[in-house]
């Protein structure tokens, strides 16, 4: 079955250490995108990528970094820069857009990290 | 400024009633989403809406765009438990590939 998969579902990670976030697909997307979601906000955008080896920053990307060495995978890592860590995230894929088609994201299961 | 805002943010429903959810833009749509989330869970999608005036349905979920393409609504009838989550809309306001995301809206139904 096609799907993505985000590892670890929980994450603790102690003050001044960074993290790093898998996210993998198998569903043959281009378009890789990281969301954090806060209590009560919407989703917001990290980092987006469209192709392999490329990436753009999204609104809230201080603090994060992200590597798209292959088509199917796109890792986050939180740095210590980051300093607010604490929230759920939410990896996503979708086809390039293509007028026409739904187009719609697909999503993971989400990591929650817990800074301690 | 780009503007979503979703409302009711949350709702109790006696399981069985009819309930609406809105979502409203600043500016006109190119496309509007409806994701449905479990808590600590990620979203599903629902449906995905282009033209004005367009209505789609999913079981007893529906949801409209108005003529103008500002506003899209989410009409659930006959509330079942499963229905409760967090329903979230989300923005095209143009061709590109980023979505602008609305607060969400809670909705519990009481047994």
């Known amino acids: 079955d096609g799907g993505i998969t985000q590892s670890p579902k929980y994450l603790f990670r102690k003050e001044g250490q960074n993290v790093t976030l898998s996210c993998e697909q198998n569903l043959n997307h281009d378009a890789m995108y990281w969301y954090r979601q806060d209590p009560g906000q919407g989703l917001r955008l990290i980092y987006y990528?469209?192709?392999?080896?490329?990436?753009q920053k999204g609104d809230i990307a201080e603090g994060y970094s992200v590597s798209r060495e292959k088509k199917e995978s796109f890792p986050l890592t939180v740095t210590s820069a980051q300093k607010n860590p604490t929230a759920f995230y939410l990896c996503?894929?979708?086809?390039?857009?293509?007028?026409?088609?739904?187009?719609?994201?697909?999503f993971g299961p989400g990591t929650r990290l817990t800074v301690l | 400024s780009q503007e979503l805002e979703q409302s009711p943010q949350s709702l109790i429903v006696q399981e069985g009633k009819n309930l609406t959810i809105n979502c409203t833009s600043s500016?006109?749509?190119?496309?509007l989403y409806w994701y449905k989330q479990k808590y600590g869970e990620g979203l599903i999608f629902l449906m995905m809406?282009?033209?004005g005036g367009e209505e789609k349905s999913h079981e007893k979920i529906t949801a409209k765009l108005d003529e103008k393409k500002q506003q899209s609504s989410l009409h659930i009838t006959a509330s079942q438990p499963s229905h409760a989550g967090i329903y979230l809309c989300g923005a095209l306001w143009g061709s590109n590939y980023q979505l602008i995301w609305g607060a969400g809206t809670k909705l519990i139904i009481k047994p």
């Open positions: 500016k006109t749509l190119y496309g």
């Open positions: 809406l282009q033209k």
């Open positions: 990528s469209q192709i392999v080896n490329d990436f």
């Open positions: 996503a894929s979708s086809r390039l857009k293509d007028r026409g088609r739904r187009n719609e994201q697909f």
